[in-house]
């Protein structure tokens, strides 16, 4: 059984860092493309950053330079680390994996239940 877990979630000020964490299950890192997407009220979920087992990588202009997505060594977690955050990014962030390398919802089989991130002004 497939396994996301994400955590990390919580409040912080604007101009603040965090960092995401995603416990995938069965090393899925090397098996799956794996990217971070969020979900404002009301709307679609947005892909944010992916990473594939070769560590190629692709974001979202508008986290281009402020987010980094990388796995762990054994391929069982995958971070988010969020810098310099603005209001605007307050969300609720979820983990996928998927079989082809996209910031695409459509193209992502496997959910995590999502972790909230709210940046204050």
């Known amino acids: 059984q497939v396994n996301l877990a994400e955590s990390g979630g919580g409040s912080v000020a604007a101009g603040g860092s965090l960092t995401l964490s995603c416990a995938a299950s069965?090393?899925?890192?090397?098996?799956?493309?794996m990217s971070w997407f969020r979900q404002f009220p009301g709307n679609d979920r947005e892909g944010l950053a992916a990473?594939?087992?070769?560590?190629?990588?692709s974001y979202v202009d508008a986290v281009k330079g402020r987010f980094t997505i990388s796995p762990d060594s054994a391929g069982n977690m995958v971070y988010l680390q969020m810098d310099s955050l603005k209001p605007e990014d307050t969300a609720m962030y979820y983990c996928?994996?998927?079989?082809?390398?996209?910031?695409?919802?459509?193209?992502?089989?496997?959910w995590g239940q999502g972790t909230q991130v709210t940046v204050s002004s």
């Open positions: 069965d090393r899925m890192y090397y098996s799956h493309c």
């Open positions: 990473i594939d087992r070769d560590r190629r990588t």
């Open positions: 996928a994996a998927g079989g082809l390398f996209s910031l695409l919802e459509s193209y992502y089989s496997y």
